[in-house]
């Protein structure tokens, strides 16, 4: 078998195969970071301001880092054999921990444990529990094994930077000075993580199946939008009645989380597992997977959460007796909020496209051009009409955008719904052999 096989059979590690999906493992160690997106969006709803919404997408962007990470690791070997359980329960656990201690992460809490430390150190353990087993499989290899140990140096000097952020700043007289240090460590900290991992440790990266590295992203974008719902049931304030108002501003919240999962589900997931299938060429599908998935799937889940903190916020007001009958004025904190989070997903959707099939998706782009231009007018009026201007121009764009796709919705379509045909007839005839 080679020294290198059995460097990955040396964990009980089993490499993946070009045709393998995501495993019901993978889609347990999920949950924790559903758990997290929920978390940080509540934590950051409750005091919604210009420097906690930075701070939020800075901790979400580690988030999403370390998720990604744990993607590439079981797109390299079978998430569910060998040690890889393990190191998924230590990176759950860590995670976990990690969301825990995200009030103090940026100033630390009297009475408990230090926020800021807590935090650094868990984001320390997820990053080396998956490097872990990138470096048990690249063992055998001299040159890979000098190249790996560099590479360890990328997610200490993150975590180093987290730790300065997390205690200098609070040390200095002037606090304006002291935030604007401590954000800057942050941000640091993410390019560094981003820069260096997609650059000098690309040649790590593999994507052995097309098809689980599809799945597992969107899943991700799934799990961003059921996000969305999750502000709608928590928005208003349990025991008040449903009134009129509350329940137009739930429906046309659910049409636009409608309107969203339609343009991506209904023809792009299954376009880009295509083209990533196609890309046969080792670099080829690196690149493409790196730039529509590592890179443009953050911002389209990045938007989704966004959405979601501004209609979070809008079902609150709404509901409240204090508030009037179609809620406040939206207002450009909040609109921008709301709004920007649907632009920057439809925007990141139509980066797919060119990026991908290299189409440019004009209705796309149109649409978010009326959301802009629609802006002076919606951030005046009351809540739910705002909402419903959305609501409007978001679904006018994503059918217009469906009824324009010029026959590729019907035959990306054709050709997926083709693969699944043969997938499960290939499965039924080794059932019926072997069980």
Same mark, same amino acid.
């Given at each position: ?10 964990? @009980? ?31 950051? $709803? ?7 919404? *930075? ?5 979400? $962007? ?72 990138? @470096? ?87 799990? $961003? ?22 329940? $137009?501003?739930? #429906? ?15 023809? #792009? ?69 709301? *709004? ?28 978010? @051009? ?66």
């Amino acid at each position: 078998m080679g020294k290198r096989n059995d460097a990955r059979w040396s964990w @009980g590690l089993q490499a993946a195969a070009p045709g393998s999906r995501t495993t019901r493992l993978e889609l347990f160690y999920d949950l924790v970071f559903v758990f997290a997106f929920l978390s940080v969006t509540t934590l950051t $709803a409750t005091d919604l301001t210009p420097v906690n919404l *930075y701070r939020f997408l800075l901790v979400l $962007a580690l988030l999403w880092w370390s998720w990604t990470g744990f993607a590439r690791v079981g797109n390299a070997c079978r998430a569910d054999q060998g040690m890889l359980p393990v190191v998924g329960f230590v990176t759950v656990a860590a995670t976990f921990l990690l969301v825990l201690s995200a009030p103090g992460a940026f100033q630390d809490r009297p009475g408990g444990l230090p926020g800021p430390l807590v935090f650094a150190g868990c984001y320390f353990v997820i990053r080396m529990a998956q490097l872990s087993v990138f @470096g048990r499989v690249d063992r055998a290899d001299p040159t890979r094994r000098r190249r790996f140990l560099t590479r360890l140096l990328v997610p200490a000097m993150a975590t180093a930077l987290l730790v300065v952020a997390g205690t200098v700043p609070a040390r200095l007289p002037e606090a304006r000075f002291a935030v604007g240090l401590q954000l800057a460590l942050w941000t640091l900290a993410v390019l560094i993580e981003y820069a260096v991992g997609t650059t000098v440790a690309w040649h790590w990266w593999v994507v052995v199946s097309a098809g689980h590295w599809a799945e597992r992203h969107a899943l991700m974008v799934l799990v $961003a939008l059921g996000e969305s719902i999750i502000a709608l049931g928590l928005g208003p304030k349990t025991g008040l009645p449903l009134t009129g108002p509350v329940a $137009a501003a739930a #429906l046309l919240g659910i049409l636009v989380v409608a309107a969203l999962w339609w343009v991506y589900f209904d023809t #792009l997931a299954f376009a880009l597992e295509q083209a990533l299938h196609h890309a046969r060429d080792r670099t080829a599908r690196l690149r493409l997977a790196r730039a529509v998935y590592t890179f443009l799937h953050l911002p389209m889940t990045t938007g989704t959460i966004l959405y979601a903190l501004g209609l979070k916020d809008l079902l609150a007001e709404v509901a409240d007796p204090a508030t009037p009958t179609w809620g406040w004025a939206l207002g450009g904190f909040w609109g921008g909020v709301l *709004y920007g989070g649907v632009a920057l997903y439809l925007l990141s959707i139509v980066g797919c496209w060119w990026l991908a099939v290299r189409e440019v998706h004009r209705p796309l782009l149109v649409a978010v @051009g009326a959301l802009v231009a629609s802006t002076p007018i919606a951030f005046r009026v009351p809540e739910v009409a705002a909402l419903g201007v959305l609501a409007l121009l978001t679904a006018a764009g994503v059918a217009w955008e469906t009824r324009s796709e010029n026959g590729r919705r019907r035959r990306v379509r054709q050709l997926a719904l083709e693969e699944q045909l043969a997938a499960e007839a290939e499965q039924s005839r080794w059932r019926r052999e072997h069980l």
